[in-house]
């Protein structure tokens, strides 16, 4: 989770971006921070997080990209699921708030 402290400024301006400017941003981000994001997904799926009944709907819409992105072996496999549904991300933008 340190890797999500370091860098919560920048996926929260991820997660809050509009859908093309979101895109350019998973692109152009480094391995570290397609990590942290892994890293929320994951306990969010292993309920180490809390979310809200209407957060948690909109993110069982993406449970199967959720899946793919937590069972990838290594972080540029993520990058490219993360990167081919970008998305999937602003279900989370109630965790930066």
Same mark, same amino acid.
């Given at each position: 989770?340190d890797?999500?402290k370091?860098?919560? #400024?920048?996926?929260?301006?991820?997660?809050?971006?509009p859908?093309?400017?979101?895109?350019?941003l998973?692109?152009?981000?480094?391995l570290e921070?397609?990590t942290?994001?892994?890293?929320?997904v994951? %306990?969010?799926f292993?309920? %180490?997080i809390?979310l809200?009944?209407?957060? +948690?709907c $909109?993110v069982?819409?993406?449970?199967k990209?959720?899946?793919?992105?937590?069972?990838a072996?290594?972080?540029?496999?993520?990058?490219?699921?993360?990167c #081919? %549904?970008p998305n999937c +991300? !602003? !279900?989370?933008v109630?965790l930066? $708030?």
């Amino acid at each position: 989770m340190d890797k999500v402290k370091l860098h919560s #400024g920048f996926i929260k301006r991820i997660v809050t971006a509009p859908a093309p400017i979101r895109a350019k941003l998973l692109k152009s981000s480094n391995l570290e921070i397609i990590t942290a994001i892994s890293e929320i997904v994951y %306990n969010i799926f292993h309920k %180490n997080i809390e979310l809200d009944k209407k957060t +948690l709907c $909109k993110v069982k819409k993406f449970k199967k990209v959720y899946t793919k992105l937590i069972k990838a072996k290594d972080a540029q496999a993520r990058k490219a699921i993360l990167c #081919g %549904n970008p998305n999937c +991300l !602003p !279900p989370l933008v109630t965790l930066f $708030k």
